[in-house]
């Protein structure tokens, strides 16, 4: 068994509000053919902001 990492997880919310594991989201750009970035769900162009799962636990309890 491997110990949990103690890293916070990283989170990329799209701006089509789309939400991936940053590193998930940064392999499919890696492969990605095009020139904009699309998004793998609904394939619009976005704009992302990366936050760890402790940020985003927070600001869901602020809008609550």
Known sequence: KTAPSSAPRRLAILSCTHLFHE?????YE?????????CPTCRSAYQKQTITMDQLRVNM????
């Open 23 to 27: 590193p998930c989201l940064g392999a």
């Open 30 to 38: 890696n492969f990605s053919v095009y020139d904009v970035q699309l």
């Open 61 to 64: 309890q602020q809008t609550a």
